[in-house]
């Protein structure tokens, strides 16, 4: 099979530093003989079209980026968001590098879609409330809480709407293998990237709405307080670093403010038993969509609970064994995938390009997860409903 002339041999180099893998490790990657890989990083003709694509797609980046001359130019390569997650994370796996990077063309996508459409493309979305000042946590729970207009029992997906009204986009991942999913077994929950217009936060699906929601309003406590991009593991809901405690304080006072911490009837609560806790407060959790820990963190926080009795609930949880995940939603339902992953938002101004004619079908189909069309005319029907 004929060669490609022109690989830049600098660019591969950059790439496997960037991912931090050797060419021994991308060769058992990307299935190419580590001999062909090396006599490709000598300058020689030795890739194939199909090879290159294998890199280009290993990589997530285009064949192009592979024929082009000179130094890679970070700048251009890596936005600013980008470039502080991995610094945050510098061991992020290629797949979810790949995935920060689709969100963020992702992104762009809407931005240029509502320009197309003749709407605002530079929306303020920083309440006025908190602009100039940096609140702590607590009087910053407040004051977000008033700001998106919040109440006592809402769902998962009608905070999410509360807080995609305010032009920040909200993500959430597939339950089911593909380039939009958060792997089950990643540690990571979450990330936000900060922008002055539309910022983004992507939420890993999770088994219950009350963790969905605790890491959202968690990534939305770091574009608030901190004004910076972040990624969060499971490892980062208890660090004890300055920047998740007050991340996990906003997030644990704007779902159960003070008000409703004051309705527990702690005068039946089951201190000595731990086991029963999360049966206690299970009335209370599905009210306030938070986990039962979530509300133990509270009382624990505002002096109701001692370290101790926290602390043995939690080694109770860690005690028991993973609860058995289920798979994602069947292909009956995939019309509907779309707005569980971008939010009604972004799926309405897709469709909004389509029915004006700004963009094909099949474009929008791309936008869309590559949903087919007799999905994607299934969502220009219901999309409203779902």
């Not at 990657?29 to 090879?51: D, H, P, R």
């Not at 509270?298 to 370290?307: A, C, G, I, P, V």
């Not at 474009?363 to 087919?372: C, E, V």
Request: charged share 25%; glycine share 6%.
């Amino acid at each position: 099979m004929e060669k490609i002339k022109g690989v830049n041999p600098s660019r591969i180099n950059w790439c496997c530093e960037d991912l931090g893998i050797s060419i021994e490790e991308l060769a058992h990657e990307t299935g190419i003989a580590l001999a062909t890989l090396e006599k490709a990083l000598e300058g020689k003709e030795a890739l194939t079209v199909k090879q290159l694509q294998k890199l280009a797609t290993h990589f997530n980046r285009g064949l192009l980026f592979f024929l082009e001359e000179g130094p890679v130019s970070e700048g251009r390569v890596h936005s600013v968001q980008f470039r502080t997650l991995n610094n945050q994370k510098p061991r992020l796996s290629a797949r979810f590098r790949a995935l920060v990077e689709r969100t963020e063309r992702q992104r762009l996508t809407y931005l240029s879609l509502r320009e197309d459409l003749g709407e605002a493309v530079e929306t303020e979305w920083f309440p006025e409330s908190m602009a100039g000042t940096t609140p702590k946590p607590i009087q910053a729970a407040k004051l977000a809480r008033d700001w998106l207009g919040l109440r006592e029992g809402q769902t998962f997906t009608e905070i999410r709407a509360a807080v995609e009204a305010k032009n920040i986009l909200v993500f959430l991942s597939n339950g089911y293998a593909g380039k939009w999913q958060i792997p089950k077994d990643s540690p990571i929950r979450g990330f936000s990237l900060y922008f002055d217009h539309f910022p983004v936060i992507f939420v890993k699906k999770q088994q219950s709405e009350g963790a969905q929601a605790f890491t959202m309003m968690h990534e939305l406590g770091h574009l608030l307080l901190h004004r910076e991009s972040f990624v969060d593991d499971e490892d980062d809901f208890h660090s004890h670093s300055t920047n998740e405690v007050a991340a996990n304080r906003f997030a644990g006072n704007i779902l159960v403010p003070e008000e409703f911490l004051e309705t527990v009837s702690l005068q039946h609560f089951p201190l000595e038993d731990v086991t029963a806790y999360d049966r206690f407060l299970e009335d209370d959790a599905r009210r306030w969509c938070v986990s039962p820990e979530v509300i133990l963190r509270r009382m624990l926080d505002s002096n109701l609970l001692e370290q101790e009795n926290y602390q043995a609930y939690r080694r109770w949880k860690q005690s028991l064994p993973a609860p058995v995940r289920s798979s994602g939603g069947g292909s009956r339902y995939r019309f509907k995938e779309p707005v569980r992953v971008f939010g009604k938002g972004y799926v309405g101004t897709v469709l909004d390009a389509l029915h004006e004619q700004r963009i094909t079908l099949s474009r929008a189909s791309s936008y869309l997860d590559n949903l087919k069309i007799a999905d994607l005319r299934q969502l220009e029907d219901k999309h409203v409903s779902i």
